[in-house]
């Protein structure tokens, strides 16, 4: 693995001093979310194995040379590309237990099928591994796809899961992490989400809070072709004054809730990255919310779901 020598790792510290050192969030104001969501929240924590990413990332930091390495790729390929390449995409959402505690898994029983749509290099997936049967893993980028192959799961390189001919409702469970706000046409990736799941699975959402959309590509990030109405969509720079809890309503009210998903689970996890020579870990605040299919429900006080961004 191509990991820098970099810093050398602190004294074993405790959760709570990590939680803080970090910032890694798992609490919310229950009070402010929606009625709905208030019901559905599990709370999370720090696990043994979300704490040992957190460990490595310290004590195994990505060196200066790798970080040159990867900007001088960056003009040519994205960066998630790049990263493929030089293998460093190595980040953190769900640890085994938790995607146990979000699906309400036995720890005995396996759901037969995954298919998790822009899955990078496949280090997010592995921990979903053992609660599966069957994976398979998309990404557009070459390089993260082989990444995929070279983990063992069955990898599908393309960046439209419709024209890959996986729109066909025979997966039981379909997971999209952090890739939302990474695309153009998200509303269009949520039909196609819906499109693959089995009448009676889930879909697994990801998105960072506050929503901050920006496309990838050769020489740096540009806004989306559209933009979710959710607070802060857009905004440069993000305004944080826009709680997690505000952009989860408005995630749901606004846009979930009126493509027709149910939220069965919602909870609050830091969404990590590996560290490198200028910081030990990089965070941001995720909320991965559980959802089934139902009917599109109406909310005449939202925003139309999509417009385009301001040029």
């Known amino acids: 693995?191509?990991?820098?020598?970099?810093?050398?790792?602190?004294?074993?510290?405790?959760?709570?001093?990590?939680?803080?050192?970090?910032?890694?969030?798992?609490?919310?104001?229950?009070?402010?979310?929606?009625?709905?969501?208030?019901?559905?929240?599990?709370?999370?924590?720090?696990?043994?194995?979300?704490?040992?990413?957190?460990?490595?990332?310290?004590?195994?930091?990505?060196?200066?040379?790798?970080?040159?390495?990867?900007?001088?790729?960056?003009?040519?390929?994205?960066?998630?590309?790049?990263?493929?390449?030089?293998?460093?995409?190595?980040?953190?959402?769900?640890?085994?237990?938790?995607?146990?505690?979000?699906?309400?898994?036995?720890?005995?029983?396996?759901?037969?099928?995954?298919?998790?749509?822009?899955?990078?290099?496949?280090?997010?997936?592995?921990?979903?591994?053992?609660?599966?049967?069957?994976?398979?893993?998309?990404?557009?980028?070459?390089?993260?796809?082989?990444?995929?192959?070279?983990?063992?799961?069955?990898?599908?390189?393309?960046?439209?899961?419709?024209?890959a001919g996986l729109c066909n409702r025979q997966y039981d469970v379909v997971s999209c992490l952090n890739v939302l706000d990474r695309i153009d046409y998200p509303t269009r990736l949520l039909k196609d989400l819906k499109a693959s799941i089995k009448p009676e699975g889930r879909v697994v959402l990801a998105v960072v809070m506050p929503f901050h959309p920006a496309v990838m590509g050769p020489g740096g990030s540009r806004e989306p072709k559209e933009r979710l109405p959710i607070p802060g969509c857009c905004e440069i720079p993000p305004n944080p004054n826009n709680s997690w809890e505000e952009c989860v309503n408005a995630l749901a009210e606004r846009v979930l809730w009126p493509q027709g998903f149910e939220v069965e689970a919602v909870t609050r996890v830091p969404y990590m990255s590996h560290g490198d020579n200028r910081s030990q870990l990089y965070t941001l605040d995720d909320a991965v919310l559980v959802l089934r299919l139902g009917k599109p429900v109406e909310n005449k006080k939202a925003m139309p779901l999509c417009q385009p961004c301001p040029e």
């Open 1 to 163: 693995r191509f990991s820098g020598l970099g810093m050398a790792s602190d004294r074993k510290m405790s959760k709570v001093d990590l939680k803080r050192r970090f910032r890694l969030a798992y609490t919310v104001r229950k009070g402010m979310l929606h009625p709905k969501l208030r019901g559905a929240f599990i709370r999370l924590d720090l696990d043994e194995d979300s704490r040992s990413f957190v460990e490595y990332s310290m004590s195994h930091p990505y060196s200066a040379w790798w970080c040159w390495l990867r900007g001088a790729l960056t003009p040519y390929v994205s960066r998630y590309s790049a990263d493929g390449i030089l293998n460093m995409s190595r980040m953190h959402v769900l640890s085994t237990y938790q995607w146990r505690s979000l699906l309400r898994q036995p720890i005995d029983e396996k759901i037969n099928t995954l298919l998790d749509v822009g899955a990078g290099d496949g280090f997010v997936t592995q921990t979903a591994r053992p609660l599966f049967n069957e994976i398979t893993a998309t990404e557009s980028a070459r390089s993260l796809s082989w990444r995929l192959w070279w983990r063992g799961f069955r990898s599908v390189l393309t960046g439209d899961i419709r024209s």
